[in-house]
């Protein structure tokens, strides 16, 4: 690994604790710095002093893959949805990719991100493909790779010339038809087997929920239920028509778990109350239906560890779509330079 950027505290930290041991030493490594500062020039000119500097450091990239912030896109923001200024944060990857120019680039958001008033993933794509690459992007639902969650994704893959452009198209198609040997998994295959440590970590431990929320709980278990009707709701709720019938909603063993998000602690913020217990799900819980195998260390400091975990967890990229991208151009780059040692070998 050469780079991995992010300006959190808490998220640098735990990816330092989880992989510095596959960083290369001679390589910038494991940065904390807002990516606007790193990658600063403007498209299409010429890199910056600190953006040659960087990319000297940093060599040879075979895939760049980022998450930029998804609030801004985010059809729950009834705020700032569609405008707002952290939205332009994904063309900080086309710059990346121009600064950088690996093999292929892996970028994931919501599934709305198309809709933006900035337009940044036709900017995005425009510019990628100004720079030779092949680009196809997608509308994903991971639970097709194995994720024990519906978390549908927008996934822009681009690869280089080197590939062919068949090549970026084959990824974003593969995954949308979901073609994984995983299958769906359901919550009972991701969290059943958590109950009997319930309570004995804070890692294992619900969030503190409030009086009426505990009510609406007992509620929807009492009636053994798993939708909370408009009348139990609040006040906002039982006013006007609204689209969020998951919120305060229960989970089902038999299905896969709705999008995991950082509000995963309240049923206010989606459908996490447990299936089998009068609670929300654990952290434990949610990164394991994020994606997240148990040896995945979140350690977090005192006194904000809730907080920390709530980010880690819900703004994070399941892993599994990491790996299907970099499997897919990992065998492209052997099967390209296979090609090219025939090549040399029949001449």
């Known amino acids: 690994m050469r780079l991995a950027v992010d300006f959190s505290t808490d998220a640098t930290a735990a990816f330092r604790r989880n992989f510095a041991q596959f960083v290369d030493s001679a390589a910038p490594g494991i940065m904390e710095s807002p990516v606007e500062r790193l990658f600063d020039g403007v498209l299409g000119q010429e ?12 060599g040879l990239v075979h895939m760049l893959v980022g998450g930029p912030p998804c609030q801004g896109h985010s059809d729950l923001n009834n705020r700032t949805r569609r405008k707002d200024p952290r939205n332009r944060f994904y063309i900080r990857m086309a710059r990346a990719a121009e ?24 900017t995005t794509r425009t510019h990628l493909e100004k720079l030779d690459y092949a ?16 978390r549908k994704r927008h996934v822009l893959f681009a690869v280089s010339d080197r590939f062919g452009p068949e090549k970026a198209a084959a990824v974003v198609e593969t995954l949308a038809a ?21 309570g004995l970590t804070d890692f294992d431990g619900p969030a503190r929920a409030s009086r009426e929320n505990r009510r609406r709980i007992d509620w929807l278990f009492d009636r053994g239920e798993y939708d909370l009707p408009d009348s139990e709701r609040p006040r906002c709720h039982r006013e006007k028509a609204h689209t969020y019938r998951s919120v305060y909603g229960r989970l089902r063993w038999h299905l896969p778990a709705q999008t995991i998000t950082t509000g995963f602690t309240s049923m206010g913020q989606g459908r996490f109350v447990h299936p089998g217990r009068r609670r929300t799900i654990t952290a434990h819980e949610a990164a394991r239906l994020q994606g997240f195998p148990d040896f995945f260390d979140f350690h977090a400091a005192e006194p904000a560890k809730r907080t920390a975990w ?16 970099a499997n897919v151009i990992l065998d492209a780059i052997e099967a390209s330079d296979r090609q090219r040692v025939l090549r040399a070998a029949s001449c």
Not at 310 to 325: D, E, K, R, Y
């Open 135 to 150: 680009v196809h992007a997608g509308v994903v639902d991971l639970s097709t790779l194995g994720v024990p969650q519906v």
């Open 178 to 198: 979901g073609r994984s040997a995983c299958g769906c998994r359901d919550t009972a295959w991701a969290i059943a087997d958590l109950l009997p440590q319930e």
């Open 47 to 58: 890199p910056t002093r600190a953006e040659r500097t960087l990319a000297t450091k940093t």
């Open 310 to 325: 709530s980010m880690l967890i819900g703004n994070a990229v399941p892993p599994q779509l990491t790996q299907f991208g």
């Open 99 to 122: 600064v950088l120019r690996p093999d292929a680039i892996l970028i994931e958001n919501v599934a709305a991100v198309t809709r933006d008033k900035y337009g940044v993933v036709d």
